[in-house]
């Protein structure tokens, strides 16, 4: 680690020697994307002082990604498991936390299970998102539970301009087929952006076909000058066959799992004064999932049949007020008061194991927060906050956190750093499972801290920064059998430390032309059995090369490299290279005859070498998997 960061400092300094002298003559290319997830209000992106990654919609059409955990695998920190083909479970996990450690956001409106504690990505589809933010590191302080190893927020487009409808259909390998339709636009007082898609495949295996209804939608409308109101809606109606082949030596042949999840979230803003404004955010989150297994062809007995329901009330009153600079210095203070109620319903019938039972159980969380940001003289930024939950199972939670950046504008420099303690409350899995729950269980709870750099360089056609990490968590929640019973019940006795380095390159040397480069090493150890955590890749390499002509020509290749990680039952699961390559042309374009804008045509190759390799142990992943089609917008 220490010889890494010598050699990533020699570099530094040499590229900032080139940056000053070398490219000192050209015009800047100037870029201003701004961020919401790290404060909760709209800042630049070079003002934050956390770890913040943007992926744009251009860059999950550049990939011709379909499902959203695709363009998650080349984010700094991040390490995204799928457990085998198409619809399975699909994890993510931020700087080595626990899956279950991400609070995952759709437009600001917590989606992670009630149950579980974690979200599975496999249903999400990428239709109609107009950024994903992911922040990275404890974020209990504005967001609370869940949020120790950071937060992934996805924003659904808003319409804008003229009327425009999209329709595209694709097929491909495993009798796969897909099918889309768009409609979005905008009018004086309002926007509208809505999309359908509809997913078909045989898989590659034996009961591993997959489909998959998804619905997408945002309806926004300015109620006044001052007062405005977005709603967004999304629905998911899924079902995946499973085939035990982690688990049986033979798969199975008709077991099924079925999901539908509905979200609506609704947010009203109001501008009071110039330097006051407040929001209201009603929602919620329901998702419904069941596990059916029929005895196997040719024999009897009965059907074991699970169904899980998990939902989430939120409501979130936001308060922001502005100051006016004073002698450079000017500051946002944020407060806010958030109530929750986390609802968790499971009935199992013909269970092999655990026989029929049923539990409805639910609890409350209730916070308020408070945060400022310093700015002086848009060179030096401090963010200080703190968060009180109040939660029904276990009592009080305090969660403070400051970060800084300093910007050193002649040089394009950016250093940065951050402190923060965050916390998980028990899940209702955790605190009511039969002959598992344990009602009497502590929060987990976390400390990380992060500093880095970041550094613009010549002239803004290229962006590095690297970032060191530490977090320590406390209370970790497991099964085990402290009375040596064989019975095994929720307990908090597991702790667990992570540490590591994330570095990125972006590259814009113009010409069409774009590479994005990652690269994470993180060293984590269970301080309970002196293990690694499982599924935790050690070192982690993406590459991103995009090049388009004149917007009518794409291609782009995507590459992601996983190092060796610990799984379950103490294996090690070897580590792979998954190339993707994806590209689009445009045939026509603004024929105004027919109303059409473009006619594209696009494939995308996944797995391209057809690596054999598992990302969840025991669990293969598709081979070389090819999908193409065509899209057609009119306006």
Do not use: C
């Not at 926007?191 to 509809?198: A, D, L, P």
């Not at 500051?331 to 019938?349: D, F, H, P, W």
């Amino acid at each position: 680690m220490k010889k890494g960061l010598m050699i990533l400092a020699s570099l530094w300094f040499f590229l900032l020697i080139m940056n000053l002298t070398v490219f000192a003559q050209g015009e800047k290319v100037e870029l201003e994307p701004i961020v919401i997830t790290a404060t909760r209000t709209q800042i630049p992106i070079k003002n934050a002082p956390d770890s913040i990654t943007i992926i744009t919609e251009e860059e999950i059409k550049n990939q011709q990604a379909d499902t959203v955990f695709e363009v998650l695998r080349n984010v700094p920190g991040t390490s995204v498991v799928q457990s085998g083909s198409l619809g399975s479970t699909t994890s993510v996990f931020l700087r080595g936390g626990e899956s279950d450690h991400t609070l995952v956001l759709i437009d600001g409106m917590e989606v992670n299970s009630t149950t579980t504690g974690g979200f599975d990505f496999a249903d999400l589809t990428s239709d109609n998102i107009e950024r994903i933010e992911i922040l990275r590191g404890a974020q209990s302080t504005l967001y609370g539970s869940k949020a120790i190893g950071g937060v992934i927020n996805i924003i659904t487009k808003k319409g804008e301009g003229k009327p425009r409808f999209k329709f595209s259909t694709k097929s491909g390998t495993h009798e796969t087929f897909r099918e889309g339709t768009d409609v979005l636009g905008s009018w004086e007082k309002g926007n509208y952006s809505f999309s359908f898609s509809r997913t078909d495949s045989d898989g590659q295996f034996t009961n591993d076909d997959y489909e998959n209804s998804s619905f997408v939608g945002k309806l926004g409308i300015d109620i006044t000058e001052s007062i405005n109101w977005d709603l967004s809606l999304r629905y998911i109606d899924s079902e995946f066959g499973v085939q035990d082949n982690g688990f049986l030596d033979s798969p199975d042949v008709n077991r099924t799992n079925e999901r539908k999840s509905y979200l609506i979230n609704s947010l009203l803003s109001q501008t009071i004064f110039d330097w006051w404004e407040q929001s209201l955010r009603l929602g919620i989150f329901d998702d419904e999932f069941k596990d059916t297994d029929p005895p196997e062809p040719g024999s009897s007995g009965n059907t074991p049949h699970t169904k899980v329901d998990s939902r989430v009330w939120s409501l979130d009153w936001q308060h922001n007020f502005y100051t006016k600079k004073i002698f450079g210095l000017s500051n946002v203070v944020t407060i806010g008061t958030q109530l929750k109620k986390l609802e968790g319903e499971n009935e199992t019938v013909n269970d092999p194991w655990s026989g029929n039972f049923f539990f409805d159980k639910s609890f409350n969380e209730k916070a308020v927060y408070f945060q400022n940001q310093f700015n002086f003289k848009d060179m030096l930024f401090i963010n200080a906050g703190a968060r009180i939950d109040d939660v029904s199972t276990f009592g009080t939670e305090t969660s403070p956190k400051v970060s800084g950046a300093f910007l050193i504008k002649k040089t394009g420099t950016k250093l940065k750093a951050s402190y923060g303690e965050g916390f998980k409350s028990p899940t209702i899995n955790e605190l009511f499972f039969p002959n598992f729950g344990n009602p009497d269980l502590k929060p987990e709870k976390s400390k990380g801290y992060d500093a880095g750099i970041e550094q613009e360089l010549f002239k803004g056609r290229m962006y590095a920064g690297a970032t060191y990490f530490k977090n320590n968590f406390d209370n970790l929640i497991t099964a085990a059998d402290p009375d040596g019973d064989g019975i095994f019940t929720a307990t908090n006795i597991k702790e667990a430390e992570t540490e590591g380095v994330e570095m990125f390159l972006t590259l814009n040397p113009g010409f069409g032309l774009s590479l994005n480069a990652t690269y994470t090493h993180q060293d984590t150890k269970d301080k309970t059995n002196n293990t690694e955590l499982v599924r935790r890749p050690n070192d982690t390499v993406g590459l991103n090369i995009n090049y388009n002509y004149k917007q009518r020509f794409n291609i782009n290749l995507n590459v992601t490299d996983i190092g060796d990680r610990l799984d379950t039952s103490n294996q090690t699961n070897a580590g792979y290279t998954k190339i993707d390559l994806s590209g689009s042309l445009v045939i026509f374009k603004d024929r105004p005859r027919f109303r059409l804008k473009n006619l594209e045509v696009f494939a995308r190759a996944e797995n391209l070498l057809g690596e054999d390799y598992e990302e969840a142990k025991n669990f293969p992943a598709p081979g070389v998997f090819v999908l193409g089609g065509i899209k057609v917008t009119f306006h």
